[in-house]
């Protein structure tokens, strides 16, 4: 049977980059990852944007600020070794209102603060120089800021940890965890994997330790385990549109909004990919399935688990029209144009597709509150204290892995004694 020091649930890009992180630091160990697709890094990881975050937004102090800033520059420096293509194109936040340039220069600010490289407030001449079709009165350039494909980082992460002994299983969606039963047959072999771990066909691994990185599932799989099912996950589905090919010249680098405090959600902004396309957006809209990325996937039991929970209706009702506008642009595109054109005046339906969705994993507290930073915790008793759980690895999880890796291999090797 099969038999781990330690499995990793989830093969997403965080998952892999803990994987291939613990198997680098404990060669002696035999790891697994374990993936209930038959690919790799199939949800958040190939849905986002592609954007490699320099760590502006973020509290100071806080670990999302400086995991960014670490796990930025180790991008970079991973993609050069691997010879993984990215383009450094830098990002404008652009204000288009008087009232948007004081959150900016304190944008700015906090930008310093985070020790975040090459920042720079600039004008409307600049603004026009660096992106001639935008439009604006004031920008924070952060020219550090770049695009790659997360889902071709991940696949190289996933090779680094088979090249090191790493086990990968896919089709294993894991359904249960628990104590091996003593004065089993292998009863030896039960005391030393005392973690037995089966899927929804019923195989099982049995291991010492566990680490679960799944994402729209971490609440679940915490609450198999046995372990708090605090913060819970609500599925938001952005969806995004693409200018059309010959359009995509208006777009050099990433162009964002000023993000406005009272709104959960940062706004439409442009964003250009590495196969040369331009992604406009995403909104923000309840999905009604956990991995639902057309309009009308719907399951039961994800809709249920999102409506039943009062956390959900607190963040509702405390954001009650901006909810109700992000569901009007959802359905007509002028609406959602009507945002471009305050950045991009040229833009005009004409000039636009539907594009792809992503389903982001937002976790919320009991009080509707937006959990903004990781959380990673583990459980009592037997079982609770032979897991890790990474319960929210929000944006920027992607740009942050091999910094939120590291992270996550201090935790294990401190908690499980490795």
Known sequence: RSTFDVAVVGAGIVGLASARELALRHPSLTLAVLEKEPELACHQTGHNSGVIHSGIYYTPGSLKAKLCVQGAALCYEYCDQKGIPYKRCGKLIVAVEQDEIPRLKALYERGLQNNVRDLKLIGAKEIQAKEPFCRGLMALDSPYTGIVNYKQVAQSYAEDFQEAGGTILTDFEVTDMEMAKEGSSENEDGLQYPVVVRNSKGEEIYCRHIVTCAGLYSDRLSEISGCSPEPRIVPFRGDYLVLKPEKCYMVKGNIYPVPNPRFPFLGFHFTPRMDGSVWLGPNAVLAFKREGYKLLDFSTADFLDAVLYSGLWKLVLRNFSYGLSEVYRACFLSAQVKQLQ?????????DILRGPSGVRAQALDSDGN?????????????????????????SPAATSSLAIAKMIADEVKQRFEL
């Open 342 to 350: 305050r950045f991009i005046p040229e833009v005009t339906v004409n």
């Open 370 to 394: 937006l959990v903004d930073d990781f959380v990673f915790d583990g459980g009592t008793g037997d079982i609770g204290s032979r897991i890790l759980h990474v319960r929210n690895a929000p």
